[in-house]
């Protein structure tokens, strides 16, 4: 029962975590389309659409890929406990 409560966790916190990154996105995109009453040229070349989502997709990749679960074993009391934290924490 343990195991189905922390993957139903980690799915509903991946997806809310992929909508507000989405979200984010989104409007960095928005924000670069609106005219600006000053513009720094280095500002300007940086932040364009393409590179925003090259570096969000780099960031997330360099994640993934360099994510490792810690290598320490817990019982199932606190487990629990850390489950339910966490999940507090993140919604």
């Known amino acids: 029962m343990l195991e189905v409560a922390e993957r139903s966790v980690r799915a509903i ?14 409007r960095m ?14 500002a300007r070349w940086l932040l364009r659409p393409v590179r925003l989502m090259v570096a969000t997709a780099a960031f997330v990749g360099v994640g993934v890929v360099l994510w490792r679960p ?10 629990a406990v850390l489950l339910a934290a966490g999940a507090l924490l993140h919604f």
């Open 13 to 26: 916190g991946g997806a809310v975590a992929l909508g507000v990154l989405a979200l984010a996105v989104l």
């Open 70 to 79: 810690l290598p320490v074993e817990v019982t199932d009391g606190t487990r």
């Open 29 to 42: 995109v928005q924000a670069v389309r609106r005219p600006a009453a000053r513009q720094d040229a280095n």
